[in-house]
């Protein structure tokens, strides 16, 4: 079935480490983005890529590196974890470059202790 | 600076009509989005308005006032199945969604 693959599914972590969450689609879309979304607060936007091979940064990227070395992976990296990003993590991807609907991975929840 | 603004929680009794509604500011339009989101699971698409008016699908509908900065999600025939988080977006100037966050509607019997 088409669609996106988030993993891990979620992840218990010790401030100061390394983490990097993957995520895969194929349905081979051009764009790709990271949210995190916690408790009372809408989606906010990490980082996105609109084409492989280029990345942009979102409204909340300290803390957080991507690559976009092909089209259908975009992988989410915490360089050393701090508490502050316990959050849900979605990857989303959209056609028809950034104008199209964006679908959703089924998110990791992350915890940072 | 941009905002999305939406009621936190709304109730609604199964077999009847509920009205979202959603305003918003931010710096230039390119559409507006609702998505579905069921607890512990991802968003879905439900539907995209960029013209006024009213955009219907099945049980849902859609209507957008750009020159009021309003959108509202209506749905009829409510299902216990509807019960979720609908989340408001807006495509800015730079084709970035803006996020609400979210009306938790919660259906009863």
């Known amino acids: 079935i088409a669609g996106i693959t988030q993993a891990p599914t979620s992840q218990i972590l010790a401030a100061g480490r390394r983490m990097t969450l993957r995520c895969t689609q194929d349905?081979?879309?051009?764009?790709m983005y990271w949210y995190r979304q916690d408790l009372g607060l809408g989606l906010r936007l990490i980082h996105y890529s609109n084409t492989a091979g280029t990345t942009g940064k979102g409204e909340v990227p300290d803390g957080y590196s991507v690559s976009r070395a092909n089209t259908d992976d975009f992988p989410l990296t915490l360089a050393s974890a701090v508490p502050s990003q316990t959050s849900v993590y979605f990857c989303?991807?959209?056609?028809?470059?950034?104008?199209?609907?964006?679908?959703f991975g089924d998110g990791t929840r992350l915890s940072i202790l | 600076g941009q905002n999305i603004d939406q009621p936190t929680e709304m109730t609604a009794t199964e077999g009847a009509i509920v009205q979202i509604n959603c305003t918003y500011q931010?710096?230039?339009?390119?559409?507006l989005f609702w998505y579905q989101q069921h607890a512990g699971e991802a968003p879905t698409f439900l539907s995209y308005n960029v013209l006024d008016g009213l955009e219907e699908k099945g049980r849902f509908s859609s209507f957008l006032s750009r020159s009021k900065g309003y959108s509202y999600l209506l749905l009829k025939e409510l299902q216990m199945k509807d019960s979720a988080s609908y989340l408001c977006a807006v495509a800015d100037s730079n084709y970035q969604l803006i996020w609400g966050a979210g009306t938790k509607l919660i259906i009863k019997p």
């Open positions: 349905m081979r879309h051009n764009a």
């Open positions: 989303a991807s959209s056609d028809s470059g950034e104008r199209g609907p964006q679908h």
């Open positions: 931010t710096s230039g339009f390119n559409g």
